[in-house]
């Protein structure tokens, strides 16, 4: 492939798994990712989710980074809302400084939780409404100029940590492209305005001190396996998987169940939300990311790889990396 393949991992807490073995499992990941020649794994903000683990994002970049050698490290991203742009300035800061050259900064405005998780995190509703001045705040607590006289950043300051918005919507587009940033499309969950963000972010991009072009990362699921039979049967356990995180939340669905839920108005809504997915054998899934790239438009594709246990997502990591030729390159 010509363009540059990274990992957004959800430290997915498998049925019967512990949160542990869901980080020691985002290790594993990234030191296959690391070993296979992907550009960066990223971690997702997200809260009261319980198949999710990667809430408190800055401490598990720490921890990953502190068990892998040199891949980029980064989230994907921190919902800057919830926060205050000096506090991310500080740990973002603090992570550069002890892995220097392999931390990236994504952020987003969406609460990454439901109402009552926002509440609980003591958010103001408004907040996302400030989301480009904080991002300004941000970005110049990182650089050499605070835009807050008498405050500064530390850890933080003059580490100039890249910045990315990711979004899924014409909004994040055109602030990415107003700031002169790269800008990550979450297609792999949200596919409806891709086209148009994409193009609508290169018509507008104003260069900056950061970046002097646009530069696109859009998201796609995958699922590689050995025979296309066992990609398909692992992608099906994802979409069931789905439908019970998503329609049946606490409930213990049958494989019946979550079929007849997936054949629903319900479930063919969910089924259309990873309509940009490749499966199948690593050569049928690099000819599908191939054209997706070209039909995103795309700098760069970020993957989540969706088989349902670790073993299989290792498998599918390697897989691809061996296809798209990322070891040798």
Avoid: C
């Avoid at 890249?162 to 979004?167: D, S, V």
């Avoid at 969910?270 to 039909?295: C, I, N, W």
């Amino acid at each position: 492939m010509s363009v540059p393949l990274s990992i957004l991992d959800l430290a997915t807490i498998g049925r019967g798994k512990t949160v542990r073995d869901a980080l020691e499992g985002s290790v594993a990941l990234a030191r296959q990712a690391e070993a296979s020649g992907y550009r960066r794994v990223w971690y997702a903000e997200h809260h009261n989710m319980r198949s999710i683990a990667s809430s408190a994002t800055s401490v598990l970049i720490a921890h990953i980074a502190a068990n892998t050698q040199s891949i980029r490290l980064g989230s994907g991203g921190i919902m800057l809302p919830n926060h205050t742009p000096l506090t991310i300035a500080e740990q973002f800061g603090t992570l550069e400084a002890l892995h220097p050259g392999r931390i990236d900064l994504g952020l987003g405005r969406a609460p990454g939780s439901d109402q009552n998780t926002m509440r609980a995190l003591r958010r103001d509703p408004t907040a996302a409404d400030s989301f480009p001045q904080d991002v300004q705040e941000l970005q110049a607590f990182l650089g050499s100029e605070s835009l807050i006289p008498g405050v500064k950043a530390i850890p933080g300051e003059g580490t100039d940590v890249p910045l990315y918005i990711l979004g899924s919507s014409l909004y994040g587009a055109t602030l990415a492209a107003a700031l002169g940033l790269p800008f990550g499309f979450a297609s792999h969950f949200a596919p409806s305005s891709l086209e148009e963000a994409v193009a609508t972010y290169r018509r507008t991009f104003r260069p900056s001190a950061q970046a002097d072009r646009p530069w696109v990362i859009a998201g796609v699921n995958v699922v590689a396996a050995d025979t296309e039979a066992d990609a398909q049967d692992q992608a099906l356990q994802a979409r069931r998987s789905r439908v019970a995180h998503f329609l049946a939340p606490g409930e213990t669905l049958t494989p019946e169940q979550a079929d007849r839920i997936l054949e629903s108005p319900q479930g063919q809504q969910l089924r259309a939300m990873t309509k940009y997915s490749a499966v199948g054998t690593p050569g049928q899934v690099r000819d599908q990311l191939a054209e997706f790239a070209r039909h995103a438009d795309a700098d760069e594709l970020i993957v989540v790889h969706q088989s349902p246990t670790l073993e299989a997502r290792l498998r599918s990591v390697e897989l691809l990396a061996d296809a798209t030729g990322l070891a040798a390159a």
